[in-house]
């Protein structure tokens, strides 16, 4: 029996400092590990941002990969367009009632306004007309 490794979680500000690294400054994945486990005088910000995520994680970030974790903006657009694909779907169904699935990305589009936030894909269209 074999065990899947699954690419790691991270949070935005970490996978950006590795590409940074990788990319930007062309630093390996033995470097970025190192940096990880810098003590001592003058710990670079590099360091501050790796030490978000455990010493395994960045390890199966490196070697098998990484995706980035979605900002609270981005799940909420993809639950917005779940609710509104929802009610499509429902309204093409033999008496489908696409109510429920309107109300609810209605009032999710609601709250959005109530706390004057802008998430592209859901509020973005009112608030530019």
């Keep these: ?4 490794i699954k690419k790691a979680p991270l949070p935005r500000n ?3 400092r590795i590409e940074e690294l990788r990319i930007s400054l062309g630093k390996s994945n033995e470097y970025i590990a190192e940096l990880w486990m810098r003590t001592g005088g003058g710990v670079p910000a590099a360091t501050t941002d790796l ?3 455990s010493f395994d994680t960045l390890m199966v970030a490196l070697i098998i990969g ?4 979605k900002t609270p903006e ?3 657009a993809d639950i917005y367009r779940n609710l509104t694909e929802s009610a499509r779907e429902a309204r093409g169904m033999y008496n489908g009632d696409p109510t429920r699935y309107t109300m609810a990305a209605l009032t999710l589009k609601r709250v959005i306004g109530l706390l004057d936030v802008v998430i ?3 509020n973005d269209t009112e ?3």
């Design 127 to 129: 608030v530019n007309a």
């Design 74 to 76: 981005e799940t909420i």
């Design 1 to 4: 029996m074999t065990t899947e």
């Design 51 to 53: 030490r978000q995520v």
């Design 66 to 69: 990484y995706e980035r974790e």
């Design 120 to 122: 592209p894909g859901v």
């Design 14 to 16: 970490v996978a950006d």
